[in-house]
């Protein structure tokens, strides 16, 4: 959704998005000669080139500490994107056009230099001036932060003690932060404090690719350019949110990085939050870039700060280990190249959280993301109360089926609507079926990295897509107490921890099942059997002890199940042989007595409770029983 922004032609000001090229400008690339540069940033500018949307007088300066000549620069970004060619990195091309390509080899320049060093700067002011004269770069500039987070505010500082930063005769300057954006709420707080003595919030651009994907920006179309789903949005209609960014790929080359930062910091306040953000904001008075980013301020703000109890008992953390994913063999992250082999960092993390105002008060949001997992898989999937059974009392349905409305961000892009359907014949009886699109059978999709959108945004000066200083620091004060208690006394990641076990925040109904679209889902229908036979039972029934005892309540379905992770000693493998031990195994070997009996205790206990509590709407609607929070 773009940001259209009705301002004067002020410096700063966004131009109106829309196909044409962007304003002539410099991108300056600092770290010109790191992975994300040659991985993401210039095959974006590669795309751009392609659609036309840079103007003539672009121009593209590399900056690094690394030496190298511009003709070593470029060859070595060309062989990247060559080296993307068929395979399955994020660019995506059958081929190079060469023509393109010059194009912008020709607007290419490379600065050896220290970010550290003042020196650096003066020495890239007389270059951006002489290119201003040159090459009709019009003085604007857009300085890119493509290097590690450590030198964020150090290069803000260069660059304005250099006075790159003031805007003057019309010409803009901006400054694109990638991500993470601290590490912590007191070092972003101390970040932005600090950027923002230097220049103003609008020069800045803080990047979440994940704003750059098609379907994320399609959440707020979904949402607001139809009048069906709205209304159902809220409490009132709605179960749990599930939402869940499941990646393939260990931990790569990254694990400098990723052994400080964990699956916690490097997905959840930024990308998982967006994803959330999007799917809880209110509406937005416009796309205007303010208006957006205050309804998602707001909705961050409103996430209620987890207590210690609720981190131990609503947050589980893993870390994957040998196995295999994609049939192929992978190391476990502690053999990974970089990582201690005692290393204690996440490279699962879920939990569940509660927004706290009118509209979501008492709906659970449950966010899982992890590395090494099954599938890729990025999803919101969002699930309806139920309806009451009691219509089909006499009949051969023995269970209601919930609906769920599927946003699949990633892969096979697009939006599912799951409800009940009678089976044909004689009897009354349901199965759940699906209305499927895909956004591929419906538009063509360039592929694209995410970054050209973002790029083309920053560009032509609209903030919709980034993120301010409030919607940073509301996206780390929500993790914050799981930091702390985690810093405080740091969970066990071993095999045999408790928390890491159960891969899911404690009682909490089963995570969806995930899969390809359209394709009847192995398990699928057991997933909507396991949610759904507990759900029409009455609370405390002789049925739910029964469900109980056969290990099939919510409690009890299988975790991790759908979306395991590698390794056969991982948490949640351990925690799938022990809820087999528990509750039988496949070959159909009962459970042991003892752990009958404590389920069967369990839910005794549960009906007791229950029989001490009101019914509250949810129920009163068909709501399932088992939701996760008392
Ligand atoms: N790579 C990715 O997929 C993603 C990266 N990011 C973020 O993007 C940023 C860059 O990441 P990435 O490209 O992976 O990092 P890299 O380390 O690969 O790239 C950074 C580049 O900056 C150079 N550099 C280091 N120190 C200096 C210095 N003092 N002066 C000038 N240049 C210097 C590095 O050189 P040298 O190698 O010699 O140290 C390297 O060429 C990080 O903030 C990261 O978190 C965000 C999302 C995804
Ligand atoms: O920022 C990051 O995102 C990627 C996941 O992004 P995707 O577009 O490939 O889904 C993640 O692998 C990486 O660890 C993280 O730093």
């Known amino acids: 959704m773009p940001g259209k922004q009705g301002q004067s032609r002020r410096a700063g000001a966004a131009a109106p998005r829309g196909n044409g090229p962007a304003p002539a400008?410099?991108?300056?690339?600092?770290?010109a000669a790191g992975d994300l540069t040659k991985r993401l940033v210039v095959p974006a500018l590669y795309n751009l080139v392609s659609e036309r949307r840079l103007s003539e007088g672009f121009r593209l300066v590399g900056v690094d500490h690394n030496r190298r000549s511009v003709e070593e620069w470029r060859q070595g970004l060309l062989d990247q994107l060559r080296d993307s060619v068929g395979s399955d990195a994020e660019f995506q091309a059958e081929a190079i056009d060469g023509t393109a390509w010059r194009w912008l080899c020709e607007r290419m320049s490379y600065l050896e230099g220290d970010l550290n060093d003042p020196e650096t700067y003066a020495r890239l002011r007389e270059h951006l001036a002489e290119l201003e004269r040159s090459a009709g770069t019009a003085g604007n500039c857009l300085f890119y932060l493509a290097v590690?987070?450590?030198?964020?505010?150090?290069?803000?500082q260069g660059l304005a003690a250099a006075g790159l930063l003031?805007?003057?005769?019309?010409?803009?300057r901006r400054v694109v932060i990638e991500k993470p954006f601290g590490r912590d709420l007191a070092s972003a707080r101390a970040l932005n404090t600090k950027i923002l003595t230097m220049m103003r919030e609008r020069q800045i651009y803080r990047i979440d690719h994940f704003l750059g994907k098609e379907t994320v920006q399609n959440i707020m179309a979904l949402r607001f350019a139809n009048g069906l789903f709205e209304p159902l949005w809220n409490r009132q209609h709605i179960d749990h949110v599930q939402i869940t960014a499941a990646e393939t790929v260990g931990v790569e080359h990254r694990a400098g990085f990723y052994e400080r930062t964990g699956a916690l910091r490097d997905m959840v306040?930024?990308?998982v939050f967006q994803l959330l953000a999007m799917t809880a904001m209110e509406p937005p008075i416009s796309f205007d870039a303010d208006a957006v980013r205050d309804k998602k301020a707001e909705v961050l703000q409103a996430i209620r700060p987890l207590s210690r109890r609720r981190v131990l008992r609503d947050v589980v953390r893993g870390q994957y280990d040998a196995g295999t994913v994609l049939d192929r063999t992978v190391e476990a992250y502690r053999r990974e190249p970089g990582v201690a082999p005692d290393s204690a960092t996440e490279t699962f993390v879920a939990c569940k959280l509660k927004i706290e105002n009118w509209r979501w008060a008492g709906v659970p949001f449950y966010l899982r993301t992890g590395k090494r997992m099954r599938k890729r898989w990025t999803e919101i999937a969002v699930r309806f109360h139920q309806a009451p059974y009691t219509l089909f009392r006499g009949t051969h349905v023995e269970r209601m089926h919930p609906n769920w409305l599927i946003l699949r961000i990633q892969p096979d892009e697009g939006i599912a609507l799951e409800f009940a359907a009678k089976r044909p014949g004689p009897a009354v009886a349901l199965s759940s079926v699906s209305m499927d699109f895909a956004y591929r059978s419906h538009f063509e999709m360039a592929p694209r990295t995410g970054y050209e959108t973002l790029i083309y945004d920053c560009m032509t000066g609209d903030a919709t897509l980034f993120?301010?200083?409030?919607?940073?620091?509301?996206?780390?004060?929500?993790?914050?107490?799981?930091?702390?208690?985690?810093?405080?006394?740091?969970?066990?990641?071993?095999?045999?921890?408790?928390?890491?076990?159960t891969a899911r925040p404690r009682r909490m109904p089963c995570w969806r099942a995930t899969g390809a679209p359209g394709a009847r889902w192995p398990d699928r229908q057991k997933e909507h059997d396991d949610d759904s036979r507990s759900q029409d039972l009455p609370r405390g029934s002789g049925r739910r002890r029964h469900a109980a005892d056969r290990g099939e309540g919510p409690d009890e379905a299988r975790p991790g199940r759908d979306l395991g992770v590698a390794g056969v000693g991982h948490p949640l493998r351990h925690h799938q042989r022990t809820a087999a031990a528990r509750h039988g195994d496949a070959a159909g070997q009962p459970a042991p007595r003892n752990a009958a009996r404590r389920l069967q205790r369990r839910a005794l206990r549960d009906a007791r409770a229950d029989r001490h509590r009101a019914p509250d709407a949810g129920?009163?609607?068909?709501?399932?029983?088992?939701?996760?929070?008392?």
């Open 619 to 630: 129920e009163r609607s068909g709501r399932p029983i088992d939701r996760a929070d008392p």
């Open 25 to 31: 400008c410099t991108l300056v690339v600092f770290g």
């Open 148 to 156: 590690g987070e450590r030198f964020f505010g150090v290069a803000v």
């Open 269 to 271: 306040p930024n990308h």
């Open 166 to 172: 003031a805007e003057a005769r019309g010409r803009w």
């Open 467 to 501: 993120q301010r200083a409030d919607n940073i620091e509301a996206g780390w004060r929500a993790v914050q107490p799981i930091l702390d208690v985690w810093a405080e006394a740091p969970p066990s990641i071993s095999r045999s921890t408790p928390p890491a076990a």
